[in-house]
């Protein structure tokens, strides 16, 4: 009898701890399905917002080779594309260089 009662009590514990796993993953399951559901942030998409609205682009002065801010230089339209100078001065001066060149060219 005292055999059959440790057989009966092992198939309980055996009941309840199967039942507990199974409870325990509906659980977790539903956890991440509300988690997923739940509308999102989007922390990356933020955070890469504000780097490219932090950072400056430097532009580099062909003359002196000085790098400047874009938003600072001074820019010249060369053909088809944009040459930024830190100063007046390196802007005449590339300007002047690049008429001397075309005449000799
Ligand atoms: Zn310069």
């Known amino acids: 009898m005292t055999f059959l009662a440790r057989i009966?009590?092992?198939?309980?514990?055996?009941?309840?701890?199967?039942?507990?796993v199974w409870l325990l993953r509906h659980i977790v399951n539903w956890m991440l399905r509300s988690a997923a559901s739940a509308p999102q942030q989007h922390p990356e998409a933020s955070s890469v917002a504000q780097a490219s609205?932090?950072?400056?682009?430097?532009?580099?002065?062909?003359?002196c080779g000085m790098h400047v801010d874009q938003t600072l230089a001074?820019?010249?339209?060369?053909?088809?594309?944009?040459?930024?100078?830190?100063s007046a001065a390196c802007r005449d001066a590339y300007a002047s260089d690049t008429k001397k060149f075309a005449a000799n060219g």
Do not use: K, M, N, T
């Not at 609205?53 to 003359?63: I, K, N, S, T």
């Open 8 to 20: 009966a009590r092992f198939l309980f514990w055996l009941l309840v701890v199967s039942w507990s």
């Open 53 to 63: 609205g932090e950072a400056r682009q430097l532009v580099r002065d062909p003359v």
């Open 74 to 86: 001074i820019p010249l339209r060369e053909g088809s594309e944009l040459v930024h100078f830190c």
